[in-house]
């Protein structure tokens, strides 16, 4: 597992990279045995606390990924590392599962654009906001996977983002599952879609 520790505007140390590298290691034989690469980043939160954020990549696009803070770096780390440990060992054997699916299907290419929401940026300071072009920031390769619809709130969990697109096993169509405010996970399935799916069905 190729491993990556950065400290934003704080020096982390030889003993806490240490500790990182070992825990992390220790987490990827207990649960998969199979990461591929992992991210530590550890950042000032406030004025007296630390925010670590472990990201984990287990495979074929699937990313697990953890967040936390605390006064102290060793305890902000670990609890960020134990979240992602927490989602790995509730997922162990569907992600095995899904990995290897993953690994035989073809996925569609996609272009992922990170977009500003600065909407102080007019040629004309009488111009609305809504008649502005967007201001990509990024753009990124991306890979739209084929899966049903529990694998894809499975892989919203684990990545601890707010939306996923995928494309449905059940007719290939374009799906999206996403984080609604109620806590619920919110599914769209456009008309047009070859088959119609109950819910229940797409579950199983």
């Known amino acids: 597992m190729q491993l990556s520790i950065h400290g934003k505007q704080m020096d982390l140390g030889d003993s806490l ?27 000032p939160e406030g004025h007296a606390f630390t925010k670590s954020h472990v990201s984990i990549r287990v495979g074929k696009d699937i990313l697990v990924q953890g967040t936390a803070q605390d006064t102290d770096p060793y305890a902000s780390f670990d609890q960020a590392a134990d979240k992602v440990a927490k989602q790995l060992r509730r997922y162990k054997k569907r992600l095995r599962d899904h990995h290897e699916r993953l690994e035989k299907d073809v996925a569609l290419p996609a272009q992922n654009y990170v977009i500003s929401p600065d909407t102080n940026m007019h040629e004309h300071e009488d111009q609305e906001p ?75």
């Open 17 to 43: 990279k240490t500790h990182i590298s070992d825990k992390l290691e220790d987490i990827n034989q207990k649960y998969f045995n199979r990461a591929i690469e992992a991210i530590v980043t550890l950042s």
């Open 130 to 204: 809504d008649h502005k072009e967007p201001v990509v920031v990024a753009e990124m390769a991306t890979n739209i996977q084929t899966m049903s619809v529990s694998e894809a709130v499975m892989r919203l969990d684990l990545s601890e983002e707010n939306a996923l697109m995928f494309r449905n096993a059940q007719h290939e169509g374009l799906n999206m599952v996403y984080r609604r405010h109620d806590g619920n996970i919110g599914w769209i399935d456009p008309e047009g879609n070859q088959v119609s799916v109950s819910p229940k069905a797409a579950n199983a």
